[in-house]
């Protein structure tokens, strides 16, 4: 019977979230195949993979190694096509990270199959379906695979991780050839911790140029902070220097889909529309009431953002001490 | 050092995407198409790289259709020396019938750097470059927004979530160009007069199938229209409300 696998993305030695959610959809597709849904966790010695099973895992395979803490594409590929070549996958699903975007179509060169990059569903219709946001969020292809397996990536945020309790048995992966030359990752930089991804965050707030300068950000940062979210940013004041590019929402920056996202002095022009898109929820607080960011907004407040946002602020935060 | 750049003909970002009679892709009448944003880049580090050296050649490649000539031409405009047009009118879904393609183009050309962009802006596959390292088995690094050539290989910087990425990579290499990595030139009016010059040379693609078959191209579902929750900073508490009971999201 045809399985899924779902390669497991880690950082440090704890799986990411991203990782509960590839392994969802794997679930739920092999539920639909009728067939097991295993997992790949590739990371540090010692890792732990122990709640996988919660998540749906009939079986887990991992391979730990003190090399492996960091993303070794080359490494990283040999192993993940080694364990999807293994067995008799219907398809294999990564989570469209920074990582998975690069994991993902290795593993399909290397499989000869075929794949499917950042999709948002994946689903079972006499074969593996897919649908793919294309030109930057303007139109959706539905998409189905002709040949097993297939690799799909998964974009953030697209699946709920749900549990789904399986007694899990831990296996020990495929290896790599460990003395080939191959390009190196020797660190990560200016890890900030505290910093989520925008495109990570189930909650972001961003942005635009209703701000006024650079220091206003504050009032952005705060709110974050009390939803527990990520920080966002029009074009405008990235371009203004405000803001990094890597907070950036849109078609030139990410694309979001989080269960919340607040748009805060951000007007609302279709290249930024097109990244938020498939946000779940949208609240625009803006003191133009034509503004087009109102037209997709769930719920608006129309006033001056200077006043709304701390009084916002404040109040989520009572709410959440209460 | 030789130099090969793989370039893609897109609709301009600002295009409006219509979808066309088959409902399976866009209608292309009336859309204006460019070279693919990211590939600027790798065609500009490319440009770079050889005046840094010196010496050395810029071949530009690329899989697509006869109007795809446009494409490469905008590329030796830029200053590329040469053009190779791997001819093919319609470009499937699944990247790697193209990366087989480029590769098998590639493999015999000695050539110790291939750019390629992060992302082709009309199906941001984000696949081709390291599809196309894993099939030339070269070392490759993807969204490269920063790199430092040295003796024999160099440093490469990607972003990812909440940090850095520094990666060391010996060449032969493929490295995928990201936004930051340069400011792309324009081309001036001689590049452009020049351009006409240079060899370009078409042969057919012979492109595999793949794997991935179209069942449709619709637009995004429409949002639902929200509704005003208020005006001012009065308006905060109905809002918070509306996010806890309604939505269920705070
Ligand atoms: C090829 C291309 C790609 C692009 N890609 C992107 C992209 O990826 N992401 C992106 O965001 N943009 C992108 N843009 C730019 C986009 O067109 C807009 O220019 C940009 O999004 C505007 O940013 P903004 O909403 O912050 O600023 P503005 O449009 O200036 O809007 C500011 C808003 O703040 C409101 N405001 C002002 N003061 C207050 C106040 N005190 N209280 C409340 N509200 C207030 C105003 O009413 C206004 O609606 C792109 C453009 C092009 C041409
Ligand atoms: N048809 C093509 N011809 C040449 N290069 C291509 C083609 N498609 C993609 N590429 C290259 O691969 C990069 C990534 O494209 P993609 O994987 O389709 O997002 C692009 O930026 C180009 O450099």
Redesign the interface.
């Known amino acids: 019977m045809a399985g899924v696998i779902a390669v497991l993305e880690q950082r440090d030695g704890t799986l990411k979230r991203v990782s509960y959610e590839a392994l969802t959809a794997a679930r739920a597709l092999a539920d639909a195949l009728g067939g097991e849904a295993h997992a790949l966790v590739i990371g540090p010695a010692g890792i732990d993979a122990g709640d996988v099973g919660t998540y749906g895992a009939d079986k887990v395979f991992v391979a730990a190694d003190d090399a492996l803490t960091l993303y070794q594409a080359d490494q990283y590929a040999q192993i993940a096509a080694a364990q999807v070549g293994s067995d008799d996958y219907a398809a294999a699903i990564v989570p469209a990270t920074a990582l998975g975007k690069d994991l993902a179509p290795r593993i399909a060169a290397k499989l000869d199959c075929p794949f499917a990059s950042d999709v948002t569903s994946v689903r079972h219709d006499g074969g593996v379906v897919v649908t793919r946001p294309v030109y930057a969020g303007k139109a959706d292809y539905t998409l189905k695979v002709t040949a097993t397996p297939c690799v799909v990536s998964l974009r953030p945020n697209a699946v709920m991780p749900v549990e789904a309790k399986r007694d899990a048995t831990d296996e020990q992966a495929a290896a790599a050839e460990s003395d080939r030359t191959a390009a190196k990752t020797l660190e990560i930089k200016q890890p900030d911790r505290a910093a989520q991804d925008v495109a990570e965050a189930s909650v972001v707030v961003a942005g635009g140029r209703g701000l006024r300068d650079a220091e206003s950000f504050k009032l952005i940062e705060d709110l974050a902070e009390a939803v527990g979210g990520a920080v966002g940013a029009s074009r405008a004041v990235v371009d203004a220097g405000w803001r990094s590019h890597s907070e950036q929402v849109g078609q030139t920056g990410k694309v979001v889909s989080p269960n919340l996202y607040f748009a805060i002095g951000i007007s609302g022009a279709i290249q930024h529309l097109a990244g938020i898109r498939t946000a779940k929820t949208i609240v625009a607080v803006n003191k133009d009431p034509d503004a087009p960011i109102f037209k997709v907004a769930d719920y608006g407040i129309v006033g001056d953002l200077f006043e709304v946002v701390p009084r916002l602020t404040q109040e989520i935060k009572q709410a959440k001490e209460g | 050092m030789k130099i090969a750049v793989c370039v893609k003909r897109v ?1 301009d ?1 600002e295009a409006r ?1 219509k ?1 066309g009679a088959d409902g399976k892709a ?1 209608d292309e009448a009336g859309v204006k198409f460019v070279l693919n ?1 990211y590939d600027e880049y790798a065609v500009e580090e490319a440009l770079k790289l050889k005046e840094a050296g010196g010496s050395g050649e810029v071949v530009i490649v690329c899989v697509g259709p006869e109007a795809a000539q446009e494409t490469i031409r905008t590329a030796l405009a830029m200053g590329a020396d040469t053009g190779v047009l791997l001819k093919a009118d319609k470009v499937g ?4 019938p193209v ?1 087989k393609a480029l590769a098998g183009e590639l493999k015999d050309g000695g050539y110790d750097l291939v750019l390629l962009g992060k992302m082709a ?11 196309v ?3 030339l088995g070269m ?5 490269a927004a920063h790199l430092e050539m040295g003796e024999g290989g160099g ?1 490469a ?14 060449l032969p ?1 493929v490295i995928t160009a990201d ?2 990595l340069n400011e792309p030139r324009y081309p001036a009016l001689r590049g452009i007069m020049m351009a006409k010059k240079k060899p370009l040379e078409v042969k057919d693609a012979a492109l595999e199938s ?12 429409e ?1 639902k ?9 009065d ?3 109905a ?2 409300e ?3 009971n309604e ?1 269920k ?2």
């Not at chain 2, 596959?125 to 599809?131: E, I, L, N, R």
């Not at chain 2, 070392?139 to 969204?143: E, L």
């Not at chain 2, 229209?225 to 900073?233: L, Q, T």
């Open positions: 609709p970002s995407i979808v866009i944003p879904l699944d990247p790697l990366a802006i009309d199906d941001s596959s984000h696949a081709v470059g390291p599809m390292a894993e099939l070392q490759c690094v993807s969204a440093k910087e990607r972003e990812i979530e909440g940090g850095v990425e520094v990666v060391e990579f010996g290499a936004k930051g793949g794997g991935i078959e179209v069942v449709n191209l619709a637009p995004p579902a949002r229209a929200g509704r005003i929750v208020g005006e001012g900073a308006a905060v508490p809002l918070i509306a996010l806890r939505a999201v705070l």
